[in-house]
């Protein structure tokens, strides 16, 4: 699914990133829509001229921010509009797109996201396990539920409707997040055996997963959940990542 290039870059991702909540903003150099900096992907260059992602936005010097989805930016690229928006972006330096930039912005993303999920777990914020997410989601302690792409359906609809019970929702169909993940990525980026299912305590935490989400959704021309749970599917993937250094943060 392909997003037009006029649609609003603020609507989905930022509903995620928590309604109500000043952002600093930054226009999309393909679409001109202007969106929450958390919303946008940042590319920099690195020193040799190669522009690269930089999803925490920490590269020192001029950016460039994009909120389109991955087909959006094949396309620009394939018909040249995404070099000429970097030229005027980065004031005519010397640079080099990779061919595989998209593939770049995806798996930078999914990298994000699971060092996320890793920083939740050792603050101790991240429960695995089905028996221990049964019983914290049953007692209402549940923020975020969340599911490996690979998840059967039987063990989902059980923890879904535990955390229904919690969080006294019974009856409306309230379910738990699909990754786009499956379970062998969650597994080795968390360093645990077969992470089927994952579930967040604290609200804060669940929000700052639901924002990170958000955008590797978007990006990937899917739909987040929305608020009754319904759970946003995609292709099962393995991170793989990128290898290529850029320098430090700021902007």
Partial sequence: MRTPNNERLTSD??????????APERRCILSGEHGARDAL???????????LPDPLAKAPGRGAWIGVTRGVLEEAMAKG??????SRAFKGAPLTVPEDLPQKVDDALVRVL??????EMRAGKLILGSDRIAEHARSGRVALLLHAADASEDGTRKLDQAWRVGREAEGTGERGIRLPLDRAALSVALGRDNVVHLALAGDAAA?????????????????AADDDG??????????VPTGDKLIDLKD
């Fill in 13 to 22: 991702i930022a509903d995620a990133a928590g309604a109500g909540k000043s």
């Fill in 41 to 51: 992907i940042r590319l920099a260059i690195s020193p040799d001229g190669l522009v």
């Fill in 81 to 86: 509009r995404l070099r000429g928006a970097l």
């Fill in 114 to 119: 699971l060092d996320r999920l890793g920083l």
């Fill in 207 to 223: 929000e700052r997963i639901r924002a990170i989400l958000a955008r590797l959704l978007h990006f990937r021309g899917l739909a």
């Fill in 230 to 239: 319904e759970p946003a599917s995609g292709s099962p993937r393995s991170p």
